[in-house]
């Protein structure tokens, strides 16, 4: 019993130390007072099936977290710096969400989505909002979709993707 509660302990410890070392980093980027460019798109050949947390086979509701969907488009772009968060798989409604959290304003995200949404394929619909809050409107051929952005904290955006399968 002595040995279980001193590993126990040793786990908790070490977790707070990662989530400290995470949050001093968050805090730096905040502090820097330069707002980062998103520029890059994360290579489509990192894009991985997300791990399933439902043990139903025959689900028809699949959600996860940490990787890009599978039915996510190949040639979606996403920012190179982005965290990916949780994610699903709604097989009755052709539908895929994302939640990205990226180191850059709103202003950064919203532009990078505005320039590569239309180099890939993608006609943007609409694209208004706030200072806080932003959506942009989608669509090519096999898919419709929009993205919600919102300021998460000082210089880290959050962006939730929902694309509809037309086809």
Known sequence: MLMHTFSARRRRARWRHALAVAA?????????????VVTEVLPSTTATTAAPTTIDANATV???????????????????ESVIGGTMIDYNRNLTELILRVPAGLEALVGFFDTNLPTRGYEIVSSAGTATNWEVEFSNDAVTGTIAISLAAQDIAQAVVQ???TG
Do not use: H, K, Q, R
């Open 163 to 165: 694309v509809t399968a």
């Open 62 to 80: 699949i959600f996860g977290s940490g990787s890009v969907p599978e039915t996510l488009p190949a040639d979606f772009p996403i920012p190179a």
């Open 24 to 36: 001093m980093t968050v805090a730096i980027a905040a502090c820097s007072g330069n707002s980062p």
